[in-house]
């Protein structure tokens, strides 16, 4: 079945800090990857997807790459900022359709001045 | 940019009654909205998928004569719990998708917290 499996956090960075967040997936075929966000009192909003293995979405400086070999897509920044505090969510689809997506649990990220 | 209006953001309810939340596409029409149920340290699952003019589709173990869904119009769909439990109490989440635009995005309500006491 499909699947996803995030670093559950939460994480407290300081500014200008490298954020890591983990996600690695089990899926049947070939899905597309998505990284979500959902800022305090807002709506989840796609931040950044890749559709095949190899491809790298990027987006706000936000970077992850697709990789088949090890069935990962961990989202990546290289400093980040107050703003960026949110939930952060890594999904997976069949397809490019994104209809049905499988979410992993959410990694809180708090970044402190 | 579209958006998705989800009401309420918070109800408390009492054991036995029944809650509707509300998911409004405020500036584009949506076909299929989408809802999801998050518990405590959980991922968000997919609940139903709801179809205008038509019956929902719901996903493997979601009981749908406790889970009403009703999408009336191309803009608003709900979701009832009906007989609530404390064990419903969950933070649920609606989505849409822009009718006849394929591949577009999926837009995400703010999600409603319910507790059952």
């Known amino acids: 079945g499909n699947s996803v499996t995030q670093m559950e956090g939460p994480v407290t960075l300081s500014e200008e800090a490298f954020l890591t967040i983990n996600c690695t997936y089990t899926?049947?075929?070939?899905?597309?990857l998505f990284w979500y966000v959902q800022y305090p009192g807002e709506g989840l909003q796609l931040l950044l997807k890749?559709?095949?293995?190899?491809d790298k979405g990027s987006n706000k400086g936000f970077e992850a790459t697709y990789r088949k070999e090890t069935t990962s897509f961990h989202l990546e920044k290289g400093s980040v900022q107050v703003s960026d505090s949110a939930v952060y969510f890594c999904?997976?689809?069949?397809?490019?359709?994104?209809?049905?997506?499988?979410f992993g649990t959410g990694t809180r990220l708090t970044v402190i001045p | 940019g579209a958006v998705v209006s989800q009401h309420p953001s918070r109800v408390i309810c009492k054991s036995g009654t029944s809650v509707k939340i509300e998911c409004r596409s405020l500036d584009f029409q949506a076909t299929t909205m989408f809802w999801y149920r998050q518990f405590p340290k959980q991922s968000l699952m997919l609940m139903a998928t709801?179809?205008?003019?038509?019956?929902?589709?719901?996903e493997q173990g979601v009981e749908k004569d406790k889970f009403l869904i009703n999408h009336a119009s191309l803009t608003l769909s709900t979701l009832t719990v009906t007989s609530a439990h404390p064990e419903d109490s969950s933070f649920y989440i609606c989505?849409?998708?822009?009718?006849?635009?394929?591949?577009?995005?999926?837009?995400f309500g703010n999600g409603t917290r319910l507790t059952v006491t």
């Open positions: 709801s179809n205008e003019g038509s019956k929902a589709t719901y």
């Open positions: 999904a997976l689809s069949e397809g490019t359709g994104a209809n049905n997506l499988f």
């Open positions: 899926a049947t075929g070939y899905p597309s």
């Open positions: 989505s849409a998708r822009e009718r006849d635009i394929n591949n577009s995005p999926l837009h």
């Open positions: 890749a559709t095949k293995a190899d």
